[in-house]
């Protein structure tokens, strides 16, 4: 089992590569606490764990999660434990979809994994789709890229940089990165 950690800006297309490597097999999404509201279409335990600050702080205090962080200076994300623990289990392969702060955390941990950054072909394309999804604000859309300048800047922190500017070639790129790591071990 290779535990893989997805970086990249909002709306540089995340969530369409991971559909895209789940269609493959062999592949297991780690379900994320978080304590923003859910969106439209968003189910609790399949695409989050939706909990209140108050839980998630305890999940803090009592050390069940590998990484968490405070996103976007309002919302709690983190990747409970339990996920690496049944990932091993199903003998799968993990993607953590998570921002800088996360990933960060569990490369100071020391835990092994392939870091991949996630990059939009251009800045114009980033807000091009984070526009296009049309479930922020405006104030968020502005938060979210100011958040991503600062995402970008600290993408020579990942050993693997892949600019996501074609789905099918960006995650046929990211199989191949995790079989190099399998036949490694």
Do not use: C
Not at 26 to 32: D, F
Not at 105 to 132: C, D, K, M, T, V
Not at 161 to 168: A, Q, S
Request: net charge negative; proline share 3%; aromatic share 6%.
């Amino acid at each position: 089992m290779s535990l893989i950690v997805l970086v990249g800006p909002a709306g540089v297309g995340k969530g369409s590569v991971v559909k895209e490597l789940l269609g493959h097999g062999g592949y297991r999404l780690s379900v994320s606490a978080t304590t923003r509201e859910p969106r439209a279409g968003e189910v609790d335990g399949e695409h989050y764990h939706f909990v209140s600050s108050r839980v998630f702080e305890r999940m803090i205090e009592n050390a069940e999660l590998i990484e968490w962080a405070k996103v976007h200076g309002n919302h709690y994300y983190g990747t409970p434990k339990a996920e690496l623990e049944r990932a091993a289990a199903e003998r799968v392969h993990l993607i953590l979809e998570i921002d800088l702060q996360g990933a960060r955390q569990i490369a100071g941990a020391g835990i092994e994994h392939i870091g991949i950054f996630l990059e939009p072909p251009s800045w114009e394309e980033l807000e091009r789709r984070l526009r296009s999804r049309g479930t922020e604000t405006e104030s968020e859309i502005q938060t979210r890229l100011a958040t991503a300048r600062e995402e970008l800047a600290a993408a020579d922190e990942f050993e693997n940089r892949l600019v996501n500017d074609d789905l099918g070639t960006t995650a046929q790129r990211i199989r191949e990165l995790v079989t190099k790591r399998e036949e490694k071990k």
